[in-house]
């Protein structure tokens, strides 16, 4: 099945930037799509991002929007969320995430967990005032 691995993140100061990756291995013809999620402690775990891997306009929630931004490296298999203007609340673990072969990203479907079939471990986003 398909891996994932995320990487990337650490603790800034709010108004610095980070760039998490998303590493995809195995057999990754099985995915077309790529989300982001974070879960901050408490809290149910929400969608930041999403994009197709084949291209399009990425999906951002409106709390990210204008702030982050998702690109891809298709040779390297990797999908990339770059978080600039970084606020205290954006503090939480981030997950990436893929569908399956038939993958739904209109509407709010990008956002929705159960869509997702395969998930990384994580990285911790911490940023402080």
């Known amino acids: 099945q398909v891996q994932l691995v995320e990487s990337g993140g650490g603790s800034v100061q709010a108004g610095g930037s980070l760039r998490l990756s998303c590493a995809a291995s195995?057999?990754?013809?099985?995915?077309?799509?790529i989300g982001w999620f974070r879960q901050a402690p408490g809290k149910e775990r929400e969608g930041v991002a999403a994009t197709y891997t084949g291209g399009g306009a990425p999906y951002y929630a409106d709390s990210v929007e204008g702030r982050f931004t998702v690109s891809q490296d298709n040779a390297k298999k990797t999908v990339y969320l770059k978080m600039n203007s970084l606020k205290p609340e954006d503090t939480a673990m981030y997950y990436c995430?893929?569908?399956?072969?038939?993958?739904?990203?209109?509407?709010?479907?990008?956002?929705?967990?159960?869509?997702?079939?395969?998930w990384g471990q994580g990285t911790q986003v911490t940023v402080s005032s």
């Open positions: 995430a893929a569908q399956g072969v038939s993958c739904v990203l209109y509407g709010d479907n990008w956002s929705q967990t159960t869509r997702y079939n395969y």
């Open positions: 195995g057999p990754t013809d099985m995915t077309s799509c």
